[in-house]
């Protein structure tokens, strides 16, 4: 056994390591250290973007994000009629009353036939080119 205390034994660690507020002080310190040095390098990467052309490309990812709401929208009421029992079978009835009126009042004589091919035919023309 050793002739030395068991006190005399042990090491302070109070002397090299800082404790209570001092440790935080010092992690906030690193901490707004590197949140200003991130936030410089942020500003200047967005001093060097071209913002006049930021215009064409907000609109258009407003145009894709209201389209994608839009759909999901869309998906989630459709999903809802049919499951209730009776409204699919009533809107598929609907749609096949509509076709045939349309198509009574469109297609039974052959000038009227030409009439909606020109229409087609010039849609066709005016949007792929």
């Keep these: 056994m050793s002739d030395g205390s068991p006190e005399t034994k042990q090491v302070s660690s109070t002397d090299t390591t800082p404790s209570g507020n ?3 002080q010092d992690s906030a310190n690193n901490f707004s250290e590197r ?3 991130v ?3 942020v500003n200047e990467t ?6 006049s052309q930021m215009g064409k490309y907000g609109k258009a990812a407003g145009i894709i994000a209201v ?3 839009a759909q999901v929208v869309i998906k989630g009421v459709i999903d809802t009629i049919n499951l209730l029992p009776v409204v699919p079978g009533l809107l598929e009835l609907l749609g096949v009353v509509v076709l045939g009126q349309w198509s009574w009042q469109n ?3 052959s ?4 009439a909606v091919f020109e229409r087609v035919q010039s849609l066709r023309k005016e949007y792929l080119g």
């Design 22 to 24: 001092a440790v935080n």
């Design 35 to 37: 949140y200003n040095d």
């Design 107 to 109: 297609l039974t004589t």
């Design 111 to 114: 000038e009227k036939r030409n």
């Design 67 to 69: 389209v994608i709401v």
């Design 39 to 41: 936030l410089g390098s």
């Design 46 to 51: 967005l001093n060097k973007v071209d913002w």
